[in-house]
């Protein structure tokens, strides 16, 4: 569970900072999704950007976590393996 909390909290924090930017610039009554205008309530709007900005910085931050981890971890060797002193 802490590993979860380490990779959704941040990007929480990030995709509210992510969403207040953008929707101070972008109108949600005047957004174009493939040519079409968006139709939707404004609250509508800006849950789903909010929704699509932490799955966003969520994805980052998973990758982040995913890099950090050390080769032992990954392939499920004991630590030290192959190493002889």
């Given at each position: 569970m802490k590993s979860w909390m380490?990779?959704?909290?941040?990007?929480?924090?990030?995709?509210?900072?992510?969403?207040?930017?953008?929707?101070?610039?972008?109108?949600?009554?005047?957004?174009?999704?493939?040519?079409e205008v968006v139709d939707y309530p404004p609250l509508a709007?800006?849950?789903?950007g909010f929704l699509a900005f932490w799955a966003l910085c969520s994805a980052s931050s998973w990758l982040t976590c995913a890099m950090h981890t050390n080769a032992e971890a990954v392939n499920?060797?004991?630590?030290?393996?192959?190493?002889?002193?």
């Open positions: 380490v990779v959704l909290w941040p990007s929480f924090l990030m995709a509210g900072v992510a969403e207040g930017v953008f929707f101070s610039l972008v109108n949600p009554q005047e957004l174009y999704l493939l040519g709007a800006y849950s789903i499920h060797l004991p630590p030290h393996h192959g190493v002889h002193q």
